[in-house]
């Protein structure tokens, strides 16, 4: 059984930078692919990014250019950079970890961006 327990939410100013990180424990290996994903107010959740193990990372059209994802593997820990923060991008930030095709979830960090 994974954990995932994250962390670094929190109010920003249009504009404005915030880091999320989330660690993983409970897996013995290295796990295959971790990510983020948000649900904004009143929608479904959403993909923002992924990494695999072996440095693949695919992210959201909107935030292409905003939002960086790095993994450091041997803390089976996953990051999100978020600069240029927009009001749109305010949500709930969910950490992800797929290993053995079954999917883990953190609890969930809010991040919201005030105008």
């Known amino acids: 059984q994974v954990q995932l327990v994250e962390s670094g939410g929190g109010l920003v100013q249009t504009g404005g930078s915030l880091r999320l990180s989330c660690a993983a424990s409970?897996?013995?290996?290295?796990?295959?692919?971790m990510g983020w994903y948000r649900q904004p107010p009143g929608k479904q959740r959403e993909l923002v990014a992924t990494?695999?193990?072996?440095?693949?990372?695919q992210y959201a059209d909107s935030v292409k250019g905003r939002f960086t994802i790095s993994r450091d593997n041997a803390k089976n820990t996953v990051y999100l950079q978020m600069i240029n923060l927009k009001s749109d991008d305010t949500a709930v930030y969910y950490c992800?970890?797929?290993?053995?095709?079954?999917?883990?979830w953190g609890q969930g960090t809010q991040v919201t961006v005030s105008s």
């Open positions: 990494a695999t193990r072996g440095g693949i990372t």
């Open positions: 409970g897996s013995r290996v290295m796990i295959n692919t």
């Open positions: 992800n970890a797929r290993q053995f095709s079954v999917d883990y």
